[in-house]
């Protein structure tokens, strides 16, 4: 019946199909291509519209799937690839995750002497670039659209060098997203080691997480200012904040001078002037800042990224970020923002960010309206009578609020704890003044009483659909309670009561997600079963048995997720930013 439509019709079909199961979408597109030969002509080519290339182990990250992948694939389809991502785990918090820090502690004197061999492995980053030539040889010409180098490591000049290919032969790509490690050794051995981003004429989406050397400075410094009329989405995040002086410095006795009594990232990357208005990206939409200081250019980063007219805002982890609110409230203008995220961390010698950073936030709040998603991890220094100090200003946007997540750190010891749960009567507020369809909390996953929620209505227990509870803000103390079986027994109970009472919440998170798998033993998510769309009602009964640490437990209306039951996938995708949302870390640490 199928093969009587139109190939247009057929078409859209799959597309609608696959965009509602956007992470298990390889294999739904496989399950549809074997359902007929006109389908499987259809949908093969959709197959290589994307290509994932993965190294899973981060000590060799040489080692990757590129060779099953090209050993397998019909290389005639190539012309379709529109997407190319390289992804690696970042687990270990290992700074020295670069390939070239393991070739230049192999063989000092060849570094010395200029070793035509080592030359060559440096600027192939090891034997990562002879695996990804045959990939690009079968590329179409400025067709790619989006690349993601995702390795943590330094990128090799065959792809974003000066000549390299990405710039020379792929210069229509819209979305550019990389993350690198700590800086290598290769500057200070005088090693050219550059990178070039203003070839790309069309890009909209940029993002760059990590270490970055002065010469990548450089690099995004005249990116951004031949970028600045048509970037839509633009992501910084430097790690730290001190480390990126002392990497842009690069030894340089003049520039440590010079960087005592100013903002390099500002003045320099930028090109702010103190007291000079900017010309603003004026086709920016959203603007997410990790590690960036705004001191003394917090009145020219307003104007330069129009802050009042973004649709989304993300600072984390960034010094004065209050004195940026402050002049945007200043500044009398509208404010358009639709999603904000501000991280104030607390682990910090200067003072600053518990006066002027924190105060401004409610302020900065209370001055504008319609926010729809509101992430917020604050400092909480001023004792339990300050507990929810923000939630005037949180209830503020309740008519258009409909995600929230809200972590306070409060400072025991050097130890991050959270201790409320159902019961605290701010927490009910969210369910009876508010119409959350997420929620995101520091929350301890205890049964509440009985008279909690006697009075809430079932049309405000009605819109939750996402819970992430996290029991710390230190990844490392990820457990509610003292042992791994009480641990379970208090989670799958909270579930039970949770599923029963709210009637469309869909998933429940329990653990620290902000970077992935990287907490994996900390983690867990729940989903409802039978779930919409994928169990029927009479599949199964809602009873399910399930052994742990010598023990049966029936689960009642939900079951763990599996990681690789892609079945949920597509739905637990809308809520991703929910669970990524207020890393208490930053992507990896340095150790000294």
């Known amino acids: 019946m199928l093969d009587l439509l139109p190939r247009e019709i057929l078409s859209a079909i799959i597309d609608q199909v696959l965009h509602l199961t956007a992470r298990g979408s390889l294999q739904d597109r496989s399950r549809i291509s074997r359902v007929s030969k006109k389908l499987y002509a259809l949908v093969l080519p959709t197959l290589y519209e994307s290509i994932t290339i993965t190294s899973r182990d981060e000590s060799n990250l040489e080692q990757t799937d590129i060779h099953k992948f090209l050993r397998t694939a019909n290389r005639d389809y190539f012309r379709t690839v529109r997407s190319i991502s390289f992804l690696a785990p970042i687990q270990t918090n290992d700074q020295f995750r670069c390939i070239h ?50 390795l943590g490591t330094c990128i090799p000049k065959d792809i974003l060098g000066p000549g390299g290919y990405l710039p020379t032969r792929q210069r229509g790509i819209e979305d550019l997203s990389l993350i690198t490690g700590d800086p290598c050794i290769l500057p200070k051995k005088d090693w050219e080691y550059q990178i070039t981003l203003t070839e790309f004429k069309s890009l909209k989406k940029f993002s760059w997480s990590g ?14 200012r031949s970028q600045s009329t048509n970037l839509e989405v633009l992501k910084i995040d430097l790690i730290d904040w001190w480390d990126a002086q002392w990497n842009w410095c690069a030894d340089d006795y003049d520039l440590q001078l010079w960087i005592r009594d100013h903002n390099f990232f500002g003045e320099r990357v930028l090109g702010l002037t103190p007291g000079e208005t900017p010309l603003p990206f004026s086709s920016l939409k959203s603007l997410s800042f990790s590690s960036v200081n705004f001191h003394g250019v917090g009145l020219e980063i307003a104007q330069l990224f129009s802050i009042g007219r973004l649709h ?19 500044s009398g203008g509208p404010i358009n923002l639709r999603s904000l995220e501000l991280v104030i961390q607390h682990n910090s010698d200067d003072s600053y960010r518990k006066v002027a950073d924190e105060d401004w936030i409610a302020p900065f709040l209370d001055s504008f309206e319609g ?28 008519k258009t609020l409909t995600r929230l997540v809200y972590h306070e750190q409060r400072i025991d010891f050097d130890l991050l704890d959270c201790n409320t749960d159902m019961n605290n009567d701010k927490i009910l507020d969210l369910f009876t003044q508010m119409n959350l369809a997420c929620i995101g909390l520091c929350l301890s996953p205890l049964l509440p009483t009985d008279e909690t ?25 990820e457990r509610p309670v003292e042992s791994f079986v009480d ?64 023990q049966t437990r029936f689960l009642d209306g939900f079951r763990p997720l599996h990681p690789r039951d892609f079945r949920y996938s597509g739905h637990l995708e809308q809520f991703r930013d929910v669970l990524e949302a207020c890393p208490a870390d930053p992507l990896y640490r340095k150790d000294f």
């Open 487 to 550: 641990e379970i027994s208090t989670i799958y109970a909270f579930a039970t009561w949770a599923f029963h009472t709210f009637p469309n919440l869909l998933f429940i998170a329990s653990g620290d997600f902000s970077y992935g798998r990287r907490s994996i033993l900390n983690q867990e998510i729940l989903h409802r079963y039978p779930f919409p769309g994928v169990e029927s009602n009479n599949e199964s009964s809602n009873l399910h048995p399930v052994e742990s640490q010598n």
């Open 101 to 150: 820090f393991k070739l230049l502690e192999t063989d000092r004197e060849a570094l010395d002497n200029r070793d035509d061999t080592l030359m060559s492995k440096i600027d192939s980053l090891g034997d990562l670039m002879p695996q990804i030539r045959p990939l690009f040889q079968g590329l179409q010409d400025n067709l790619l659209r989006s690349f993601h180098w995702h």
């Open 211 to 224: 270490g970055l050397s002065r010469e990548y400075f450089t690099a995004l410094r005249d990116m951004l």
């Open 371 to 398: 926010l729809r998603n509101l992430h917020l991890l604050v400092l909480n220094g001023k004792g339990v009578a300050t507990t929810h100090r923000y939630w005037p200003s949180i209830f503020h946007h309740k």
């Open 312 to 330: 989304s805002l993300n600072l984390r982890d960034c010094p004065h970020s209050g004195s940026l609110l402050r002049k945007v409230v200043e």
């Open 453 to 477: 929620f006697s009075q809430v209505t079932l049309a405000q227990l009605s819109t939750l659909k996402f819970l992430c509870l996290r029991t710390t803000l230190n990844s490392e103390l």
